[in-house]
């Protein structure tokens, strides 16, 4: 059983930015990927970011040019960075960590971007 922790979540003017950070009990350098979706009120989740071993990353169309993903090795830590954000980025935002032994699901942080 693989263990994440996030943190960074928070509400922020709209235009702002947040950084959040996935912590896996597990060393990142056997990841497989890493991802961080996020789940709106009535909507589905959906992938926002994700990031393989080695190094390749894709985006959602909504948040390409204003998010990053980036692995810390030093930290064992995973970084989404969130510029420019738009109320529309109001979600649960959840990291997610694949591995040879499984995939893992964090308990998701809070994202709250006002107009």
């Known amino acids: 059983q693989v263990h994440l922790v996030e943190s960074g979540g928070g509400l922020v003017q709209a235009g702002g930015s947040l950084r959040l950070s996935c912590t896996p009990s597990k060393r990142i350098f056997s990841l497989a990927a890493m991802a961080w979706h996020r789940q709106a009120p009535g909507k589905q989740r959906e992938l926002v970011a994700r990031i393989t071993s080695g190094g390749t990353t894709n985006y959602a169309d909504s948040v390409k040019g204003r998010f990053t993903i980036s692995p810390d090795i030093a930290k064992n830590t995973v970084y989404l960075q969130m510029n420019s954000l738009k109320p529309e980025d109001t979600a649960v935002y959840y990291c997610?960590?694949?591995?040879?032994?499984?995939?893992?699901w964090g308990q998701g942080t809070q994202v709250t971007v006002s107009s």
């Open positions: 997610n960590a694949l591995y040879l032994s499984g995939d893992f």
